[in-house]
């Protein structure tokens, strides 16, 4: 397995006040690679330095949010305890931390695949808009491995803790209409609308006072309980207790070679 | 603009062991005017020395529950950060306080608009029965203003971060059936019902172990996390933020001069 | 009132990698006694260790899933407040912990009534299915007594602050569809499909990696915010505070009477 050649982009747009920031992974459903996750930090940093940006719309490119991280590029970059260290507290965290900590209103457009990363950066936005054919999960216990603590963190703090364990346990994918129904959502609108009911709203938001959008934001965040953060030992142990395991080899080994994974040998 | 001639009243009344407690501004949707958040706090006082009572409802006169804050005392009562640390700390605070620490169990009967400062109250009750006509909401980014601490944790603590930042940042306005799917509501009955359902279920209360009832309440909020309480410098940073803004001004005048805000000059 | 003859019993049985644990008690609605509490915590010790096990299933036999705690029995088990912390420290708290900290997945199989510690069991579970004619409620407020602290904080972290309070302060009975509604359950199926919608699911489970499980399952724990434990102190004030007082001895003895509790003389 080599490098994918075309790992993906992320572009930047700008329509009046509006920011929109499109992932794109033609023919991967807009698979999250290294260079994307640091494109999105990238930026989120230029936007949080022009004054004439008021709203950022995160969506992906035909027809589909993201199926998450770059599978393909697991083989390479996440080899041993270290290097998954590396990827998900380094690569990853910083991405999903800059969305969840941009000062701005942040909307999630969000059609066809949103799962595992993808999923990660929608519940780092603001709101969650997605057309009724749209599907949500975090299917990566096939994979044989867990979710990492920063990114199950943001899951948590929109889908609370049962609906988080159903997710990861069961590995469900989820209808618009039942994550919408389970607290996932801000709003569902057939397809079709998708796009009109996202101009609304982002431009309703663009033309509020960015003053009070970052104050209300901040108050929220500084009044949502939340548990410590994991400290780098704790972080190094929940890494080390996975990254060489059989399931986690297995896992990764059955998707690459388009079967099953058997977990129970 | 003068001080409404008119401020409002709040009246307790008795039946049994049930205290009703309604919000009267007639003609102004029963805003809330520094005069009924001060009566607010004095009969929850009265009543948690009056062993005959063992059930409290909130109600508003005339088909609504209330629009929130007297906005007609603005000019007046938040002229500056001192004076707005004292109208939300001093005036409102005490009143959402006494309304979540009442010992007994606690009714909110809403009807119509259940808005802002409305909603706050709401949300301090520990039922919410509202009729199917009813509305919810806290559309003050269009005055200009984010929502204080103590106001927002309680909203935080019943509708969770994904629907209060919703609230905050689209500034929308939720039907009955919407506010209930988004859990902000126990219960949603037709609106010719409501009166009798709200009967039926303040009677049940009342008719309960007020030391039961008691006890439940208090271990609720024990095992409840919570993050800690603003400090009195993060209160007047908080103030200090926004209050001499121009985007304050600009949604306070734009009010009073019933006209949209420009937030982007 | 003398003990029942039959106190019940808590059986496991083993199918492949499942384990179920049937509650049974018949005739009294699996009502669950001292003998089945402590069962539970026996037979969650035997398959902690066992390496073959790697899904978890809670039922009831015969239509039920469990009405709560044997009623029976409270006359003597809990004559003072000494007798209530054991009772409920000692015998239903640790049973309760043993099922919330199984490092498997837990799944609950709900049919008919999910009641008191029968609800209690399944908010420890991961996932909770339930037919759609079961119904679910801790309405011991008739029986004069609040909810102890770590039974409380099970219900507290799958239904929230608003429903936790909505099912202790009126005692309310909840049909599934209204439980799922307000996000006590993972899932209602029609009565006639929910031992092939629980199979399917606990055999899904139980191919899974069980390491990565426990990892989710762990992590999600840690990232849980929780409220301080109460201190041993706390708990003593907790049980002096009703153990002696009239409305629990009216509300045991008008149970034991089948007559309504009058709690307002």
Redesign the interface.
Known sequence: MTRSPAPGTVTLQRSG?IASVTLSHPGRLNAISVAMWQAIVRILGELSSDPAV?CVVFRGADGNFSAGGDITEFPQERQDAGALFRYHQEIIAPALQAIGHCPL?TLAWIEGACVGGGLEIACQC???IAGAGARFGAPI??L????A?DE??GL???A???V???L????RVLTSADA????LL?RVVADDSLEAEVTR?AT??????????R???E??R??????AP?SEAELRA?YA??SD?A?HRE?VNAFLEKRR?N??V
């Open positions: 006040a008021r209103p603001d709101l969650r216990r096939h044989g491995f867990p979710m603590p199950l963190g948590l703090a929109v609370g803790r049962a988080t364990l159903e990861l346990l069961e590995g919408y129904a389970k607290g801000t709203v309703d938001l663009a033309a509020g006072s960015a003053l009070v959008a104050i209300n934001k108050t929220v500084r009044l949502t309980p939340a548990a994991f929940f207790a996975w395991s399931d896992g994974p977990f129970t």
